[in-house]
């Protein structure tokens, strides 16, 4: 699924400007789906070209035109289409563990601050999750409901892997280097 995609389904309850989606990808989908302005006002610009959302530029004193975006009966069986797919993906792209995979090369202080890091980014995603389950959660989606209750669940796993195993990642150990392994200097042996 992609940004468009998703604005789509934010767009479906009620209109809102890009700052508005902004807002939202930060708040209920940021856990999961975190994207700027980069990519929002060039999905809904492109929504709008393809006459699957309607924009309405309202005149704000001293500022520029605020744009709001609400979406058409096309947009709406363009996102009915996206969501027929029995088996969407789970892609999920962090540099915390890729940072991870490269901890032999890494210094223990490095290591100790990368992992204290997200321990305390994960403390950040629980008290956005404590607000937006007191934010009245009850008249939301069964969806969105599952999702936090869902990202709240990785967030603890995670907090407890890195708490009961993060340790290992300090403990000195010896790697082979490959035989065939060039150096920086030199590349790897030719085969033929």
């Given at each position: 699924?992609?940004?468009?995609?998703?604005?789509?389904?934010?767009?479906?309850?009620?209109?809102?400007?890009?700052?508005?989606?902004?807002?939202?990808?930060?708040?209920?989908?940021?856990?999961?789906?975190?994207?700027?302005?980069?990519?929002?006002?060039?999905?809904?610009?492109?929504?709008?070209?393809?006459?699957?959302?309607?924009?309405?530029?309202?005149?704000?004193?001293?500022?520029?035109?605020?744009?709001?975006?609400?979406?058409?009966?096309?947009?709406?069986?363009?996102?009915?289409?996206?969501?027929?797919?029995?088996?969407?993906?789970?892609?999920?792209?962090?540099?915390?563990?890729?940072?991870?995979?490269?901890?032999?090369?890494?210094?223990?202080?490095?290591?100790?601050?990368?992992?204290?890091?997200?321990?305390?980014?994960?403390?950040?995603?629980?008290?956005?999750?404590?607000?937006?389950?007191?934010?009245?959660?009850?008249?939301?989606?069964n969806g969105m409901v599952?999702?936090?209750?869902?990202?709240?669940?990785?967030?603890?796993?995670?907090?407890?892997?890195?708490?009961?195993?993060?340790?290992?990642?300090?403990?000195?150990?010896?790697?082979?280097?490959?035989?065939?392994?060039?150096?920086?200097?030199?590349?790897?042996?030719?085969t033929v």
């Amino acid at each position: 699924m992609d940004v468009k995609t998703v604005c789509l389904g934010m767009l479906t309850n009620g209109e809102a400007s890009g700052y508005d989606l902004k807002k939202n990808f930060e708040s209920s989908f940021g856990h999961f789906f975190a994207t700027g302005y980069g990519s929002i006002y060039p999905a809904l610009a492109s929504l709008a070209g393809e006459g699957l959302v309607q924009c309405e530029e309202i005149a704000q004193e001293g500022k520029p035109d605020r744009k709001v975006y609400r979406i058409t009966t096309e947009g709406r069986q363009q996102l009915l289409k996206a969501l027929d797919n029995p088996n969407p993906s789970h892609k999920v792209r962090s540099e915390f563990l890729a940072t991870m995979c490269f901890a032999h090369l890494m210094k223990p202080e490095q290591i100790r601050t990368v992992l204290e890091n997200r321990l305390a980014e994960i403390d950040q995603y629980m008290v956005l999750f404590d607000e937006l389950e007191s934010s009245g959660m009850a008249d939301w989606p069964n969806g969105m409901v599952f999702t936090v209750g869902l990202g709240r669940a990785v967030m603890n796993a995670m907090q407890r892997y890195v708490e009961e195993q993060g340790h290992m990642l300090l403990e000195p150990q010896d790697i082979p280097k490959p035989a065939s392994a060039g150096t920086a200097d030199s590349p790897p042996a030719a085969t033929v």
